[in-house]
């Protein structure tokens, strides 16, 4: 497979492909004798794991650790597991606090026209409103 075909297959530009190679993203693609890259289903699974880390706010750092170790050799495996083991701690922490803000939007949402109709009949006040904070906003 060759950097259009790899990169169109996971929605990338060949640009991209290429600069997860340049800066160790991805470990180096071998070339064929005309020096055009030849993707492997090796490589492949470098550029999708690169793009859905990428998307879930992986740092470009992270990434160029965990794909040099995987260049080094020897007993780096526990490096890498820890890198991922640390990456999923932390997309862990922001689903939850992505999803106690998606409850707390779906919350006003509900009850945004009842907010509004009592703000208006004078009900609520910039004085006696809800304390957003103490409010369970799971249903």
């Given at each position: 497979?060759?950097?259009?075909?790899?990169?169109?297959?996971?929605?990338?530009?060949?640009?991209?492909?290429r600069y997860y190679e340049r800066?160790?993203?991805i470990p180096p693609i071998k070339r064929d004798k005309n020096g055009y890259r030849v993707y492997t289903t090796r490589d492949l699974n470098w550029i999708y794991l690169a793009k859905s880390l990428r998307h879930a706010g992986v740092s470009i750092e992270s990434l160029i650790e965990f794909a040099t170790l995987?260049?080094?050799g020897g007993n780096v495996e526990q490096a890498q597991k820890?890198?991922?083991?640390?990456?999923?701690?932390e997309i862990t922490g922001k689903l939850e606090e992505m999803t106690k803000t998606r409850d707390l939007l779906q919350y006003k949402i509900?009850?945004?026209?009842?907010?509004i109709a009592k703000f208006k009949t004078g009900e609520v006040t910039?004085?006696?409103?809800?304390?957003?904070w103490k409010v369970n906003h799971k249903k």
């Open positions: 497979m060759n950097s259009k075909e790899a990169a169109e297959m996971f929605g990338l530009t060949t640009d991209t492909v800066v160790g993203v995987s260049q080094l820890q890198i991922l083991q640390d990456q999923l701690q509900d009850t945004y026209d009842e907010h910039s004085d006696n409103v809800e304390e957003l």
